[in-house]
């Protein structure tokens, strides 16, 4: 074998080796893309009090240049209204930013965000919390479990923030 591998040209040998590194990289990148989809299918299908917590450090990484530059900017409230249209389907309910004194920065809504809902979450000092309860609906009798994740944001003149995002599951079957 080795004597077929000696009489075969340059060119041939190169193409081998090219072949096989070709080869290595499409397996490795097969298994990276394959690891990096079942996270992404695992947070936004599996354990809802997660689903909060990844949709918020991934409205964080995309605002957070935004926060430094201009927090007051047109963009920010842009990219907060378009994650939660993006992913409601998910059952993101609430997106909203608080400043240090639980001041509604920017949010999701048109209308303004219930103080209940505000001070529902105690957020401490925490980088990140998640933290999860019931309500029924008096007029139909359904039964509701609303996830708030709180993501810790540091706001410009040092100030420290909290990134909120709210999902709601619904049972059908109550």
Same mark, same amino acid.
């Given at each position: ?59 964080? %990484?995309?605002? /957070? +240049? #935004?926060?430094?530059?201009? &927090? *007051? ?7 907060? !209204? ?25 949010? %999701?809504?048109? /209308? +303004? #965000?219930?103080?209940?809902? &505000? *001070? ?7 980088? !990140? ?46």
């Amino acid at each position: 074998m080795l004597e077929k591998m000696k009489s075969l040209s340059l060119r041939w040998k190169f193409g081998v080796v090219m072949l096989a590194a070709l080869l290595v990289m499409v397996v490795v990148l097969y298994f990276t893309l394959q690891l990096f989809l079942k996270r992404e299918f695992a947070a936004l299908y599996g354990d809802p009090a997660t689903k909060g917590l990844f949709i918020a450090e991934l409205l964080l %990484s995309d605002v /957070k +240049p #935004i926060i430094d530059k201009d &927090i *007051d900017s047109q963009k920010l409230e842009v990219s907060v !209204k378009a994650y939660k249209t993006l992913y409601g389907v998910y059952g993101i309910r609430y997106i909203f930013l608080l400043d240090e004194n639980k001041q509604v920065i920017v949010d %999701s809504e048109e /209308k +303004p #965000i219930a103080q209940s809902l &505000i *001070d529902a979450n105690p957020m401490t000092d925490e980088n !990140k919390s998640c933290m999860s309860y019931s309500s029924t609906n008096k007029q139909t009798g359904q039964k509701y479990t609303w996830h708030d994740c709180a993501l810790a944001v540091k706001l410009p003149s040092d100030a420290q923030g909290h990134l909120r995002v709210i999902t709601l599951e619904h049972f059908a079957d109550s």
